[in-house]
Structure formats: C-alpha cells, structure tokens
Nanobody, 121 residues
Framework: QAHVVESGGGLVQAGGSLRLSCAAS????????TGWYRQVPGKQRDLVGV???????NYADTVKGRFTISRDNAKNTVYLQMNSLQPEDTAVYYC???????????????WGQGTQVTVTS
C-alpha cells in the first residue's frame, strides 16, 4: 500500500503566502515525479507544477515566479510554497506522487485527497 496526503491549505488574504505539503507513505521503493494540480468547481484539474526525482521543476505560466516546489527525499515529502497569492488561485490543490512500491515494482500515480486554498481580496 501507498498513500499520499496533502496538508497546509487554508484561508489567506491576497498578497499572502501559504505552504502546502505532500507526504507519501507506505511501502515505497522509489518516488519519481511529484506534481501539484488545482481544480475549481465545474472546471478541469489544471497543472500547477511538477518536480522530478532529480529536483528539476516545471511550472504553469500562471504561477511562475510566485510558486516554488521543493522536495525532502528523506521525508518523502514535497512542498508547494505559494507567494503573492491572488483570488484566482482559490482552488482545491491536489498532489500526486509517481512512485514504485516495494511489493509492486511498477511506476504508478497516487493522488492525495486535496486541500482547499481560499484567497480573499
């Protein structure tokens, strides 16, 4: 089994910051890419950014320069630092971990349950 859990969401005023965490746990052999997505009601889930096992990052144009993804391999945790938040950043934020389990050596994408981020003007 493997699990992915997000945390750190909440309510913040425009211009503020939040840091989300994405922790993977279970029978993990390796973690490859980890990504963040966000979704508002009635719309598709959009990519925010990804980080590879080697630490390379890629971001959506809408968050470049404001959001930063980092990872702590020892903790199997990835962080999404969000600065200069705007009301349009309001969404449920989901992370996924592309990982290989020790008992099932196939790369598979595990999703978290999501965490709400609300930015007020």
């Amino acid at each position: 089994q493997a699990h992915v859990v997000e945390s750190g969401g909440g309510l913040v005023q425009a211009g503020g910051s939040l840091r989300l965490s994405c922790a993977a746990s279970g029978s993990i052999f390796s973690i490859n890419a980890t990504g963040w997505y966000r979704q508002v009601p009635g719309k598709q889930r959009d990519l925010v950014g990804v980080i590879t096992s080697g630490g390379r990052t890629n971001y959506a144009d809408t968050v470049k320069g404001r959001f930063t993804i980092s990872r702590d391999n020892a903790k199997n945790t990835v962080y999404l630092q969000m600065n200069s938040l705007q009301p349009e950043d309001t969404a449920v934020y989901y992370c996924h971990a592309d990982l290989v389990r020790t008992d099932y050596r196939v790369n598979y994408r595990y999703w978290g349950q999501g965490t709400q981020v609300t930015v007020t003007s």
